[in-house]
């Protein structure tokens, strides 16, 4: 199995130093040869595409943050696994301890995000994590 190193950016950066950013670190990775991992960014879902043009020919890939388990409706302010796919991603990200706390995402919901974005081509990653609280009362384990 391939190591993947991914930085998920979270609610971070607005588009110029977004596009300077993931520029830049596919400006540094050009030409240096395999560095024997997978790379991966998830910026926010409205500086996918933005990004997606500035990763063209690049080795770097690029992801979502999640994605809604329908395919469309009226779902205000989500993306669906065909959009992300759509925009050039190849991963999302699904079941963040975040979205579970703050969104009271539970399992069912994140398999089903699993399997919309495997319908689209997309690779899941399937976070199992823990709180922050979990992790500072030694629970993390």
């Known amino acids: 199995m391939r190591p993947l190193i991914a930085g998920n950016w979270k609610m971070n950066k607005l588009a110029p130093d977004a596009a300077l950013l993931a520029g830049g670190l596919a400006e540094r990775r050009q030409g240096q040869g395999d560095p024997g991992c997978d790379i991966l960014i998830c910026p926010p879902s409205i500086l996918v595409s933005r990004i997606a043009a500035t990763l063209t020919n690049s080795s770097i890939t690029l992801g979502g943050q999640d994605c809604h388990a329908a395919e469309s409706g009226a779902h205000t302010g989500d993306i669906s696994a065909a959009m992300l796919?759509?925009?050039?991603?190849?991963?999302?990200?699904?079941?963040?301890?975040?979205?579970?706390?703050?969104?009271?995402?539970?399992?069912?919901?994140?398999k089903a995000k699993a399997e919309a974005?495997?319908?689209?081509?997309?690779?899941?990653?399937?976070?199992?994590?823990?709180?922050?609280d979990e992790r500072d009362g030694g629970q993390a384990l």
């Open 85 to 110: 796919a759509d925009a050039g991603c190849s991963y999302v990200i699904v079941g963040h301890s975040e979205r579970r706390t703050d969104h009271d995402e539970g399992d069912a919901l994140v």
């Open 117 to 132: 974005a495997l319908r689209h081509g997309l690779i899941a990653i399937v976070c199992v994590g823990e709180t922050l």
